[in-house]
C-alpha cells in the first residue's frame, strides 16, 4: 500500500476517535529477567494486546545504560522499521514479530549486555504501553587453583599462620570461595581461623576472585586434607567446583620416644650384626636424636645404630635422646638388649684317655651358655650317646677311636660348638682280616700290608717261613699302627706279621703263590676268516694275559691270510703266461669246468690231515675236484 493513499485514512480515523472521546486499550507483558551464558543469543519476548489491530501498531525497543537515561535501540512502524544506527547493538539485533508477540534477538551477547531492556507498544491514538526485562548474562569461571605454603608451620606460633591461597579467574556474576577442612567448611573464628577475599575485574568485565586461608594449626592438623570450593551460577542453576588437595607439614615437639631393635628379629647371639632404630612422636626440624649404650657409653648422633660382631658385653641398655635444639628441651626411651652366648665345649678328660680292656669308660663334656643347650656324642659321624656323659661299661678295643662332642642351642639355630676325645683302650693287638690269608700273583715282587690295632700302638715285625726278617715301613694310625712290606718273590712262600705291644701279639701268615705264565699254541683251520683255537690255555686270574695272547694269534692268522692271497696272485700270473703246466697227481689246470680262473692252494696243519683248498676268490674248494 503505498504512504500517499493511507495517510489521509489514518489521519481522518486519529480526527474521528478524537471527535468521539473513545481511546484504545493497550496491553504489554515481558519477563522480569531473561538468563542467557555469554556467547549465546538471547531471546527476548514482548507480549502484547490492543483493540486496534496491528495496523496502526508501533513497537520500540530501548536500553538503559548504567546511571543514564534509557536509549532506543531498535524502531518498529507500521510502514517502517530498522534498528538505531552507533549502539552496543547495531550489528547485534533483530526483531520477530509473530501476531501480538515481539521477540528482540541479540547475538553473541557478553557481560556488557548485562542491562535491562524496554519494550514499548503504540496505537494511533496517544495511548502506549511498556513492559521491562533485565539481562542476565553468566559466564562459568576457570578451574579453581589451590597453592599451599611450601615451608612448615610450628604449632607453637602464637599468630594464625597462612595455609594457602586460592584463586579462581573470569567468571560470571562473581564466584564465591568457600574452605575447607577434612570437608568440613572454615569461618572466621576471632585469633582462630582468617579468610581474606580480593576481587578483580577484567577489562572484559569478568571477575577473578583470590582467597587466602591463615589459622591458628595444632598437631591434630598434621595429617588434615585442606582444598577450596567455587559456587558460581549459570542459568537456572547453582554449580561447584572443587579444587586440589593440599596437606600442610605440621611442626611440633614429641611426646614419647621410642627405641627398638630392627634386626635381627628374635633372639641375639655372639656375632651377629645389632641395628637398633629410634623414633619418636614429633616432628620437629631443630632437633638432635641421639642413641647411646650405657655400659660404654658408646653413642651415635643418628636415628639408627648398628654394631657388627657384637659380643654378650655389647648387651644391656641403650637409650635414645631427642632434644630440641630451640630451647635445649629433651625426652628419651630405653631398651634393654641380651645378647645370648655358647662357649667353646670343654671335654674331662681332656685331649685324650686310655682305659684297659674290660673297663668301664666314663667322660663328660660341658660349654657354658646363657640358654638352654643340648649335648650328643659321635664316632665316626655316627650318634652314640646323647647327653653330657659318656659312658661305656665294658671298654673293647672297638670302642678306642675319635669321638666328638657337639653342643648346640636348640631355641637358636646356629649356635653350635663342638670338641674331640681321643678314647684308647689298653691291650693285645688285633690284626684285621683272617689268621691265614692266600696271595696268588704273576709280578716278581709282591706289597703286603698288615693293620693292627690295640693301644700302646703295636710293633709290627715281618718274617718268612724260612727264618728272613724282612724291612717295611711302619705308620701310626689311630687305633694303632700299619706297616707295608715290598720282596722279590722266586717261589712259593710264607710270610708271617707279628703286632706286639706291652700287653701281647698277633700274628697273621701270608700264604704266597706264584703263578707262572704259559704261551699258548693255536691250531687254526679256517675257510672263510674262521679261527679256531683248541690249544690255548687260559689262566683263570690272568685276564690280561688272556687278551694279550688271544690278539697275538688273531694278528698272525691275518698276516697268513695276507700271504696266501699273494702266493695264490703270483700263481695265477704264470699260469697265465704259460709258465705252469699239469702237476703230478693234480688236475690240469686247464682242464677246469669252472667258468672262473680259480688258483687251488693246500694247506695242512700239524694236527689235522685235512686239507682245505681256498680259490682266489675266497670260495671253498671241495677236495674231489683237485
Given amino acids: 500500500m503505498a504512504l500517499p493513499d ?15 472521546g473513545a481511546w484504545a486499550i493497550v496491553e504489554v507483558t ?60 547495531t550489528h547485534r539485533i533483530s526483531l520477530n514479530v509473530n501476531g501480538t508477540a515481539a521477540v528482540l534477538a541479540i ?32 559466564k562459568s569461571p576457570t578451574f579453581p587453583t589451590i597453592e599451599a605454603v611450601e615451608t612448615g608451620i610450628s604449632v607453637n606460633e602464637e599468630a594464625p599462620s597462612k595455609i594457602g591461597s586460592c584463586r579462581v579467574k573470569n567468571g560470571y556474576p562473581k564466584p564465591n570461595i568457600t574452605w575447607y577442612r577434612n570437608n568440613m567448611p572454615l569461618r572466621n573464628t ?55 588437595h593440599i596437606n600442610i607439614t605440621v611442626y611440633y615437639l614429641p611426646t614419647e620416644v621410642n627405641i627398638w631393635v630392627e634386626s635381627p628379629k628374635g633372639k641375639i647371639k655372639e656375632g651377629d650384626t645389632l641395628e637398633l632404630r629410634c623414633d619418636n612422636n614429633g616432628n620437629y626440624p631443630s632437633s638432635i636424636t641421639t642413641i647411646k649404650h650405657q655400659n660404654s657409653e658408646y653413642s651415635v648422633e643418628n636415628k639408627t645404630m648398628v654394631r657388627t660382631n657384637v659380643k654378650r658385653l655389647d648387651g644391656g641398655v641403650y637409650e635414645c635422646t631427642f632434644e630440641e635444639t630451640d630451647n635445649f628441651e629433651e625426652i628419651s626411651g630405653s631398651t634393654k638388649v641380651s645378647v645370648n652366648y655358647l662357649e667353646s ?8 684317655i686310655a682305659v684297659m680292656e674290660g673297663e668301664e669308660l666314663k667322660a663328660s663334656c660341658n660349654a657354658l651358655s646363657s ?34 662332642c657337639v653342643v648346640t642351642v636348640p631355641e637358636m639355630e646356629g649356635m653350635k660348638t663342638s670338641s674331640t676325645l681321643q678314647v684308647n683302650v689298653k691291650g693285645s693287638p688285633q690284626i684285621l682280616g683272617p689268621d691265614v690269608q692266600e696271595v696268588e700273583t704273576y709280578e716278581t715282587t709282591v706289597n703286603l700290608t698288615c693293620s693292627a690295632t690295640g693301644f700302646p700302638a703295636p710293633t709290627i715285625m715281618w718274617t718268612t717261613s724260612d727264618g728272613k726278617n724282612l724291612n717295611a715301613l711302619q705308620t701310626e694310625t689311630e687305633d694303632g699302627a700299619q706297616s707295608v712290606v715290598t720282596f722279590k ?16 701279639s698277633k700274628v697273621v701268615e ?117
Avoid at 492 to 498: D, L, S
Wanted: overall charge neutral; some cysteine; aromatic content about 8%.
Fill in 6 to 20: 493511507t495517510a489521509p485514512l489514518l489521519v481522518g480515523l486519529l480526527l474521528l476517535f478524537h471527535a468521539f
Fill in 371 to 404: 640358654l638352654q643347650t643340648s649335648t650328643t656324642w659321635f664316632k665316626n659321624e655316627k650318634l652314640v650317646s646323647k647327653g653330657n656323659t659318656l659312658s661305656v661299661k665294658s671298654a673293647t678295643l672297638e670302642t678306642a677311636g675319635m669321638y666328638k
Fill in 190 to 244: 576471632p585469633r582462630e581461623v582468617v579468610v581474606t577475599s580480593s576481587t578483580t575485574i577484567e577489562s572484559s568485565g569478568l571477575f577473578s576472585v583470590q582467597s587466602e586461608l591463615t589459622m591458628k594449626v595444632k598437631k591434630e592438623h598434621k595429617d588434615a586434607v585442606f582444598y577450596c570450593e567455587v559456587i558460581y551460577f549459570v542459568p537456572g542453576a547453582t554449580k561447584m567446583t572443587e579444587s586440589q
Fill in 510 to 626: 701270608f700264604n704266597i703263590k706264584t703263578i707262572v705264565h704259559t704261551t699258548p699254541t693255536a691250531t687254526t683251520t679256517t675257510s672263510t676268516n674262521t679261527i679256531t683255537d683248541d690249544t690255548v690255555q687260559t689262566p683263570t686270574k690272568s685276564p690280561n694275559i688272556k687278551k694279550e695272547s688271544k690278539g697275538f694269534v688273531i694278528a698272525i692268522i691275518i698276516i697268513a691270510i695276507f700271504l696266501l692271497a699273494i702266493l695264490g696272485s703270483v700263481l695265477y700270473f704264470l699260469y697265465k703266461k704259460g709258465r705252469i703246466c699239469g702237476r703230478s697227481g693234480k688236475q690240469d689246470f686247464s682242464k677246469r669246468k669252472s667258468s672262473k680262473d680259480n688258483i687251488v692252494v693246500e694247506m695242512k696243519s700239524d694236527n689235522t690231515e685235512e686239507a682245505i683248498l681256498l680259490g682266489v676268490n675266497g670260495e671253498k674248494q671241495q677236495p674231489n675236484d683237485q
Fill in 489 to 504: 718273590i722266586t717261589s712259593n712262600v710264607k710270610v708271617f706279621c707279628n703286632a706286639s705291644n706291652d700287653f701281647g
Fill in 30 to 89: 515481558m519477563e522480569d529477567k531473561v538468563e542467557v551464558m555469554a556467547g549465546e543469543t538471547a531471546q527476548i519476548t514482548c507480549m502484547f494486546t490492543t483493540d486496534e489491530g496491528l495496523g496502526g501498531t508501533t513497537i520500540q525497543w530501548f536500553y538503559v545504560p548504567p546511571n543514564k537515561e534509557r536509549q532506543r535501540i531498535y524502531n518498529k512502524e507500521p510502514m517502517h522499521e530498522a534498528a538505531e544506527q552507533n549502539t552496543l547493538f
Fill in 107 to 138: 547475538r553473541d551477547v557478553g557481560v556488557r549486555d548485562n542491562l535491562e531492556f524496554i519494550c514499548v507498544i503504540k496505537t494511533l491514538t496517544p495511548e502506549e504501553a511498556e513492559g521491562r526485562t533485565q539481562l542476565q548474562v553468566f
Fill in 345 to 352: 665345649a670343654v671335654i674331662t678328660p681332656k685331649d685324650s
